[in-house]
């Protein structure tokens, strides 16, 4: 659809799905299986773009909820777009918006927060109920959604047609038509209803794209829209929703939604789904991406993930380090208030070439902002370096004994 925009793959695994590949984007190509990190504001939490890109990290996804609350998609375009905005001249995506506006609502229909309800019957997830003391629910109608901003409270309406308009004016180079997001609690009626009102969503999504393709007003003529699969975590909607989704003129697919109660449930999930997508389209999977996740859906053909974890983690003082237990060590423990030694002795990051765990920990118990700097900083280098390994065993076929090194049976 989009004339600068291809996707080609470049070689498969022989044990498994997993394939390399290259995103073909106006502001470059992205090397895949990738990493996408999450820049909900035109920012990732603490580090500016030039350190991203000094990093390594090769694409990023905004939120256009976010973005049309603050500052408003106006001020983004008028100033040359995202990339023109931010001063990030690496690919982009920005998502439709949808997970945050129904969040918002599953958050107080079933009383779990927004990030715990991915999977809310995973023992490891965070069980702790969020409530947002945000005032009303949202209001769905076949025409669209009616929310409150969680900023000042006031009124707002997403239809499919305004949000490829605000995602036009916010210039990414990947963008996602509203979808509703359920929640894993909403059964089988609910999600099939759910899951039809976003199918048509997505063609008047598709249909308004097609419309506004070569307006030169906006500040990206090269765009490309993916499609969002839904479905919950029943599989005859899962299927449907394939079929559907993967027919329609889409750039690329977008796995969404809840993807059930545990990552077992997720994998079953893909597997399903997967199998059904053409195989010459992108596919991206929507806010997952733990170190486990990445090798797990890496081998079942996906070629993004975005998460806001990593960065989360970081920021609360959880660092990545292979071998530890999940892989990571929580600076903040006592054990480390004498460590002369970086976080990673492997790692090559700025953080590690240049601090002790000891300092680290010192900062983080003293809630200084360069913490959230440094911490992040390693965290991300380390997913663009496993990533890069990732990629390379795939090359080489030895994806299924790379996991097993980091302790993933796939
Ligand atoms: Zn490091």
Known sequence: MSSSFSFDIQHRDSDTLARTGHLHTAHGSVRTPAFVGVATRATIKALEPQALMDLGLQIVISNTYHLHLQPGEDIVAGLGGLHGFSGWNRPTMTDSGGFQVFSLGASKEHGVGKVASIFPGDATAPAKPKLRPAKPLVGLTEKGVDFRSVIDGSPHTFTPESVITIERKLGADIILPLDECTSPLHDHAYTKRSMERTHRWAQ???????????????????????????????????????????????????????????????????????????????????????????????????????????????????????????????????????????IDPHCDCFTCQNHSRAYLRHLCRAGEFSFYRLATLHNLRFLVRLMADIREAIDDSRLTGLARDWGFNL
């Open 204 to 342: 008047r999504g598709l249909t308004a794209f097609q419309l506004l393709k070569d307006d030169a007003t906006f500040p990206n003529l090269h765009q490309a829209l993916y499609g969002i699969v839904q479905g919950g975590a029943y599989e005859d909607l899962r299927l449907e929703s394939a079929r559907v989704i993967g027919n329609m003129a889409f750039d690329g697919i977008a796995v969404g939604g809840s993807l059930g109660c545990s990552k077992t449930d997720m994998w079953h999930v893909l597997d399903w789904t997967i199998p059904l997508l053409q195989d010459g389209q992108p596919r991206h999977l929507l806010g997952i991406g733990e170190i486990e996740d990445l090798f797990m859906c890496s081998a079942r053909g996906i070629d993004t993930f975005d998460c806001a974890a990593p960065t989360r983690l970081a920021r609360n003082g959880s660092v990545f380090l292979k071998g530890a237990p999940r892989h990571r060590i929580n600076l903040r423990n006592a054990q480390y208030i004498r460590d002369d030694g970086p």
